[in-house]
């Protein structure tokens, strides 16, 4: 698991803010999670229909303005929402399917193609560098 | 070093310190841990007040993520 560092501009505040990212190099797009998304003051700027097994899904879509090493991106990103009870560990007396851990998007974002897309060759290189 | 480097650097002993926990990192050592998750603004607004330049966050989650995205 890839964690890095990428601020994200605070529309509300006019300030760039910290988040940490998980890179996932399978998601075509960058993902935040609504109530942050919401904090930051990010609008929807179009629905992306999903089709999967079962049902299509519909997600908002959404500009991120991004900051990485000093250089600057903007990138679209999906908005999602997590239900309350995912946000937190699982309670011991919680009977329930969930995994134990709260979701990952509680907390941070992931960074997808759309961002990673974006970076130069050796940015790229440098961000599986261990 | 760059905070996110120094928890790289430090990642086992720092999860098993702060097993649960969210910490906040700046000049090479964990200035802040809370119990659980927290919000990202939250955090940010604790370490701007904290920390004199770059800080950055992590959870140590007791399970592996088991979330299919």
């Not at chain 1, 190099?25 to 929807?44: H, N, P, Q, W």
């Not at chain 1, 999906?78 to 995912?86: A, D, K, P, Q, T």
């Not at chain 2, 603004?41 to 370490?47: G, S």
């Amino acid at each position: 698991m890839i964690l890095i560092d990428v601020n994200l501009w605070n529309e509300v505040k006019k300030e760039y803010e910290l988040f940490e990212a998980l890179v996932d190099t399978g998601s075509s797009y960058c993902v935040i999670e609504k109530s942050i998304a919401d904090a930051l003051g990010l609008d929807a700027n179009g629905i992306l229909h999903l089709w999967q097994m079962g049902e299509p899904l519909n997600v908002p879509l959404t500009g991120l303005r991004c900051r990485y090493r000093k250089k600057e991106y903007a990138v679209d990103g999906l908005i999602v929402e997590i239900r309350g009870s995912y946000k937190r560990p699982m309670l011991s007396e919680e009977e329930c399917t969930r995994p134990e851990s709260p979701h990952p998007l509680t907390n941070r974002v992931i960074i997808g193609k759309t961002f990673l897309d974006k970076l130069s060759k050796e940015e790229y290189t440098k961000l599986f560098e261990r | 070093m760059e905070p996110r480097n120094w928890i790289n650097k430090h990642i086992k002993e720092l999860r098993s310190k702060f097993i649960g926990k969210t910490i906040i990192v700046c000049d090479n050592k964990v200035i802040k841990a809370y119990g659980g998750p927290v919000d990202p603004l939250k955090i940010n607004e604790v370490a701007r007040e904290i920390c004199k330049e770059k800080w950055c966050y992590t959870y140590f989650p007791e399970s592996e993520e088991e979330y299919l995205l």
